[in-house]
T-cell receptor, first 115, second 112 residues
Framework: GAGVSQSPSNKVTEKGKDVELRCDPI?????LYWYRQSLGQGLEFLIY????????KSGLPSDRFSAERTGGSVSTLTIQRTQQEDSAVYLC?????????????FGDGTRLSIL | DQQVKQNSPSLSVQEGRISILNCDYT??????FLWYKKYPAEGPTFLIS?????DKNEDGRFTVFLNKSAKHLSLHIVPSQPGDSAVYFC???????????FGQGTRLTINP
């Protein structure tokens, strides 16, 4: 497709389980970003990638969160031992390159619910 | 510390009139600002942006104004249409830092 694709669109899991969220950026976009939106809040930055490297992981809330990107394309955000406060919409965005005024284009997100 | 603030959680405007959404920021290092529009169950969609070297940018019905001395920007939509009903997020970035800093959003409702 032409846009950023995220899967699954919804995920419900029990507290303590691990989850993997996937992002497929726009073809050719070298920069990829993860954000999350908790209920009633704005979007909160988690991590970004330039190619396969992650220069800024400052937004990851704990060491239970990790992300990787392979082949300069698909990215996976993994949350280990999920907690109820992890419930949120996780959004992925991509842009054509860093250090430019290119806007970030978002996918529709994964709605994660921790029971 | 909320660096980007949208103090109005909601706004209701009559169709055909002007909608004005406001955003304040505290970090004087921000040098690029964006507005995104979000429908339920969809990701934010880029609407319009402005560089800190400008004070106005216009694109069709949408105009963004930047007042650097007041650390304030606004989005004007005129005339407002029913399809404009959505949540609008203001975002700011320090070029080179890459991460967007978002406000909490304003829910705009356009009434027929």
């Amino acid at each position: 497709g032409a846009g950023v694709s995220q899967s699954p669109s919804n995920k419900v899991t029990e507290k303590g389980k691990d989850v993997e969220l996937r992002c497929d950026p726009i073809s050719g976009h070298t920069a990829l970003y993860w954000y999350r939106q908790s209920l009633g809040q704005g979007l909160e930055f988690l991590i970004y990638f330039q190619g396969n490297s992650a220069p800024d992981k400052s937004g990851l809330p704990s060491d239970r969160f990790s992300a990787e990107r392979t082949g300069g394309s698909v990215s996976t955000l993994t949350i280990q031992r999920t907690q109820q406060e992890d419930s949120a919409v996780y959004l992925c965005a991509s842009s054509s390159r860093l250090y430019s005024n290119q806007p970030q284009h978002f996918g529709d997100g994964t709605r994660l619910s921790i029971l | 510390d909320q660096q980007v603030k949208q103090n109005s959680p909601s706004l209701s405007v009559q169709e055909g009139r002007i909608s004005i959404l406001n955003c304040d920021y505290t970090n004087s290092m921000f040098d690029y600002f964006l507005w995104y529009k979000k429908y339920p169950a969809e990701g934010p969609t880029f609407l319009i942006s402005i560089s800190s070297i400008k004070d106005k940018n216009e694109d069709g019905r949408f105009t963004v104004f930047l007042n650097k001395s007041a650390k304030h920007l606004s989005l004007h939509i005129v005339p407002s249409q029913p399809g404009d009903s959505a949540v609008y997020f203001c975002a700011a970035i320090i070029q080179g830092a890459q991460k967007l800093v978002f406000g909490q959003g304003t829910r705009l409702t356009i009434n027929p």
